[in-house]
């Protein structure tokens, strides 16, 4: 029996992250989903067919490395995996912004996006092959104000994102940063209208750049709502 590659959805969470599992067990991989609540993670993997969950502090060295390599031992190969963070959008003068804040919004926002596309780059590597797709926002390329912790963290990913591309894309590794410039909906609601942008249809969007030929590998999509004001 061949064995079947695994999409790793990391930050999965009702929204996006579910639509992204549906649609890449839909195109034939296994969806294993992250997050670090392990109660809400089993219930979301229970309403997408043949999805697993794995319970994981996408900042904790230890655990991220343990959560690669027990799902490659278990499962197959990571052929794609999603960093998908959520979270730090809450708005809040410079001069109020504590530290403690600032480094948790960094810590979940960039360096877990350090320790998960290492940990599945190291195995990618070995086989030559692998996409890794990194979820940006509109603070990945403008601060603004309020955003002091949110925005630093998504520039620092996005920075990670073209360094992962450039030292990685000769080995083999399609290395994706996405900017999300809108707010995420529940599917199917608010997308006629442009209010809210349809995580399927996103999903459906990462999915075709998964399957990408090497002869047009794109570094960056910029999606946004049909109706946004210029």
């Known amino acids: 029996m061949t064995q079947k590659n695994v999409a790793l959805i990391v930050g999965a969470g009702p929204q996006l992250g579910a639509s992204l599992g549906k649609r890449f067990g839909q195109a034939g991989l296994i969806p294993v989903l992250s997050s670090r609540n392990a109660a809400r993670l089993k219930e979301l993997a229970g309403t997408i067919p043949g999805a697993l969950s794995y319970a994981c502090d996408a900042t904790n060295e230890a655990a991220v490395n ?10 197959g190969p990571i052929d794609v995996c999603v960093y998908n963070p959520g979270g730090g959008l809450k708005r809040l003068p410079v001069t109020e912004q504590t530290a403690e804040r600032y ?10 996006g350090f320790l998960v596309g290492r940990a599945v780059a190291r195995k990618m590597i070995t086989r030559q092959r692998g996409t890794i797709f990194f979820t940006g926002a509109t603070a990945s390329m403008r601060g603004g104000p309020g955003f002091s912790a949110f925005a630093s963290g998504k520039f620092a990913l996005r920075a990670l994102a073209q360094s992962m591309a450039r030292e990685l894309q000769p080995q083999g590794i399609h290395v994706v940063h996405a900017v999300i410039d809108g707010m995420i909906g529940s599917p199917g609601i608010g997308a006629g209208d442009g209010s809210r942008m349809d995580p399927d249809e996103i ?12 002869s047009n590998w794109t570094q960056e999509l910029d999606l946004r709502p049909w109706n946004e004001k210029w």
């Open 66 to 75: 343990e959560m690669v390599e027990t799902v490659e031992a278990k499962h």
């Open 103 to 112: 480094e948790e919004v960094w810590r979940f926002t960039a360096f877990g």
């Open 203 to 214: 999903a459906s969007t990462y999915a075709g750049v998964y399957f990408q030929g090497k």
